[in-house]
C-alpha cells in the first residue's frame, strides 16, 4: 500500500511540470487528498488540497493562480499542475491524505527544481 509520486524535474523560471500522484490503495477515491512540498532546511507544508470528489480545492497563497489540483477516481491518481515556476517552488513534493494528521507512510516524493 503505497503513495507514488512523479514528474518533477529541473526547470528555468516561468516553466511548467505536471506532478502525478498514484494510489494504490483501494480507498483512494473517499478520501481528500493533498499535495505537499519540503524544501532543505524547512518544514514539510501543504501546498493543496482537493475534496474526495474533486469538487473544491485549496491552495496556499503562494502558489494561488499558479498551480492546479485535480484527481480522477477511476485511475487513483492525483495531479499538480504548476505553472509559471519560481525557484521558490523548489522542493520535494510528496502526495498523502488530507489533513495531514490522517497521512500514511509518506512515499519518495519528487524533486521539483527551478533554476533562477
Known amino acids: 500500500v503505497q503513495l507514488v509520486e512523479s514528474g518533477g524535474g529541473l526547470v528555468q523560471t516561468g516553466g511548467s511540470l505536471r506532478l502525478s500522484c498514484v494510489d494504490s490503495?483501494?480507498?483512494?477515491?473517499?478520501?481528500?487528498m493533498g499535495w505537499y512540498r519540503q524544501a532543505p532546511g524547512k518544514q514539510r507544508e501543504l501546498v493543496a488540497a482537493?475534496?474526495?470528489?474533486?469538487?473544491?480545492?485549496n491552495y496556499v497563497d503562494s502558489v494561488k493562480g499558479r498551480f492546479t489540483i485535480s484527481r480522477d477516481n477511476a485511475k487513483n491518481t492525483m495531479y499538480l499542475q504548476m505553472n509559471s515556476l519560481k525557484p521558490e517552488d523548489t522542493a520535494v513534493y510528496f502526495c498523502n491524505i488530507f489533513p495531514v494528521s490522517m497521512a500514511r507512510a509518506w512515499g519518495q516524493g519528487t524533486q521539483v527544481t527551478v533554476s533562477s
Open positions: 482537493i475534496t474526495s470528489g474533486g469538487g473544491a480545492t
Open positions: 490503495e483501494s480507498t483512494f477515491s473517499i478520501n481528500a
